[in-house]
């Protein structure tokens, strides 16, 4: 099969350019260890309002759900398959 990718901008990336610092993920086997209490509706609020940008009762997007539910997945891929060291856990701007 074949993939086709569209981006907005003048260059291919689109704002994962600028994700250098990590990756957001829940439930991780790294925040079980460290004993890190989060959620996936927690993760899918902040989702949610950065989509919405912080707009009030903004609505619940379906590709939204997909990405935090399978985001756990995603991370446990990264590291089982890169034999990626993600045990550095970080808050970052706009997750609580």
Known sequence: GKVLVVDKNAFMGGNST?????????PTRTQQAQNI??????FLKDTVSSAAKG????PVYP?????????GDAVHWLQDNFDLDLS????????S
């Open 18 to 26: 600028k994700a250098t610092s990590g990756i957001n993920g829940t």
């Open 37 to 42: 209490g989060d959620s996936y509706d927690a």
């Open 55 to 58: 707009k009030p009762n903004p």
């Open 63 to 71: 590709l939204a759900e997909v990405l935090v539910g399978r985001s």
């Open 88 to 95: 550095l856990v970080a808050r970052l701007g706009g997750h």
